[in-house]
Each structure stands twice: as structure tokens, then as C-alpha cells.
């Protein structure tokens, strides 16, 4: 209850909520994201906090060699991601395109690229700029950053540029 609090879920919200969950993580076991969009947006009408906006992410398709090359850099070998990876599950439709941004997948969490002092020396370097929501405007652009970014020191992860989606409003899913 304290958790759902945190995001101002109602306490009579969270028995259905966490029912629902886990009816559709029961065939995986992996319960670091959620399964699927309807489920998201679900949680995200219950919560009370404006802070809290839905998100999704996306790899293309071209990465996931360079993924799968770098499983080894994650302590975990990308469990409890390469397998959603793998099935190769489009990003939803229905949502703005916010940009890109280099993250880092280490032991089931992301590492973003502003951990470093990596959006200073994507501009010196290549002249990119995050767009005004903080990402990269450019697929191209966040490969080059995020290929800088591992050559030269970022902590060991599976190092992608990853599109970000945001998916509606709060007025929206209510």
C-alpha cells in the first residue's frame, strides 16, 4: 500500500490493480515493466500524482545485434528484458514520439545518459542537442551518442538508444 501511495493510487484501487498484473505477467514472471499498454494505462488512470506521466520505449530493429552483443555487460545477461527484445513486439501506436535516449540496462534497470556529462559532449563533439523535452531528436544522432557515450566510460550495461513514446493525456484515459 505504501508503494501505491507514493503515486496517490487509492487504497480500494490497489487489490484490482495488483490483480490484474499479475493475471498478465503470469506466463512470464517478469515484473520490471508492464505487459502490455492497456495494463499501463490502467495503473496511469488510478494515479492521482500529476508528476506521473505513461511512457513506453522502443529498440528498432536494426539494434538487436548490438544488444545481444552486449548481454554480457549486464550482471544479469539482459534478464527480464532480452526476451521482449526477442519477440520483436512493435511499439504501440496512439502515442507522440518524444525522441530518443541512450540508456543503459543493468541488473533490470536503466541507466540514462544524463547520469553523465554526456549532453555537454554530445554537442562538442557532434553538434546534437537534446530536443525540448530532454531527448534526441534524431535516431541517428542517439546511435552516434550512445556509441560514444560506451567508448568512453559509462558504467557496464547494454548501452541503447531507445525511442521514447509518451501515450496520452491524464484528460485522456479517464
Partial sequence: M???????????????????????????????????????????????????????IGLDASRLQSFKAQLSDDVNHGYGLIGRVEANIPVVGGGDVLGYEPLGFEATKFHSWLCHNTPTDAYKLFGIRPNGAGFIDSFDDAVRVTENLKATGAEPAIWEPWMVVQYGSRHSLR
Fill in 2 to 56: 505504501a508503494e501505491a501511495f507514493k503515486f496517490g493510487i487509492p487504497r480500494e484501487s490497489v487489490p484490482m490493480l495488483v490483480e490484474q498484473f499479475t493475471k498478465a505477467v503470469e506466463s512470464n514472471h517478469i515484473t520490471n515493466f508492464f505487459p502490455t499498454l492497456s495494463i499501463a494505462q490502467e495503473f496511469y488512470r488510478h494515479c492521482i500524482d500529476e508528476a506521473v506521466v505513461l511512457v513506453g
